[in-house]
Antibody
Framework: QVQLQESGPGLVKPSETLSLTCVVS?????????WGWIRQSPGKGLEWIGN???????YYNPSLKSRVTISVDTSKNQFSLNLSSVTAADTAVYFC????????????WGQGTLVTVSS | DIVMTQSPDSLAVSLGERATINCKSS????????????LAWYQQKPGQPPKLLIY???TRESGVPDRFSGSGSGTDFTLTISGLQAEDVAVYYC?????????FGQGTKLEIK
């Protein structure tokens, strides 16, 4: 059974960088598939952030592209999200998820982690 | 960008009855070369992540009860829950994965009448 688990600070100061990691179990990232990040806030609903292939190829939401970096570490079977220059508008529950192809739906999701941006 | 709009925002249906949720995309999500609609439906219960129910507009994900069905093509889609059960209380989202940025509808909250 594929399982994903997000981890990272629950509180980030404005203008700093939000960093989250998603550890995958039950499936080897290097075997294939794409891996993505989605966030959910009361104001904006569900928002796709970006996807990464195990080879390192990335696809980002154009509205966030200038601030987002997604990377993969196949040796640790995990992938990560960095979002720079955060503001209160970046406060959300952040989910990691799996998708078969970057133009496919998300079939497995992590439980999500709440990140609050506040001083 | 493709904008996804769901209706209604909330819905109350009696147990055993049919629930119908609509989703409209601002552009067609039908890819002509493979005749597939790049549209998915998710169910989200409080404190849980979204769960994939339907993809390609009408294909049920493995393990999803057959009372859930999806229909539609192009820009207009419907999720139907036949024989509503108490465990179906949730928020339902549609998603287009036809073009970047992938986008979700605003959600429809389904409750028991």
């Amino acid at each position: 059974q594929v399982q994903l688990q997000e981890s990272g600070p629950g509180l980030v100061k404005p203008s700093e960088t939000l960093s989250l990691t998603c550890v995958v179990s039950g499936y080897s990232i290097s075997s294939g598939y794409y891996w993505g990040w989605i966030r959910q806030s009361p104001g904006k609903g569900l928002e796709w952030i970006g996807n990464i292939h195990h080879s390192g190829g990335t696809y980002y939401n154009p509205s966030l592209k200038s601030r987002v970096t997604i990377s993969v570490d196949t040796s640790k079977n995990q992938f990560s999200l960095n979002l720079s220059s955060v503001t209160a508008a970046d406060t959300a529950v952040y989910f990691c998820a799996r998708l078969e192809n970057t133009w496919q739906p998300f079939d497995y999701w992590g439980q999500g982690t709440l990140v609050t941006v506040s001083s | 960008d493709i904008v996804m709009t769901q209706s209604p925002d909330s819905l109350a249906v009696s147990l055993g009855e049919r629930a119908t949720i609509n989703c409209k995309s601002s552009q067609s999500v039908l890819y002509s070369s493979n005749n597939k609609n790049y549209l998915a439906w998710y169910q989200q219960k409080p404190g849980q992540p979204p769960k994939l129910l339907i993809y390609w507009a009408s294909t049920r994900e493995s393990g999803v009860p057959d009372r859930f069905s999806g229909s539609g093509s192009g820009t207009d889609f419907t999720l139907t829950i036949s024989g509503l059960q108490a465990e179906d209380v949730a928020v339902y989202y549609c998603q287009q994965y036809y073009s970047s940025p992938q986008a979700f509808g605003q959600g429809t909250k389904l409750e028991i009448k």
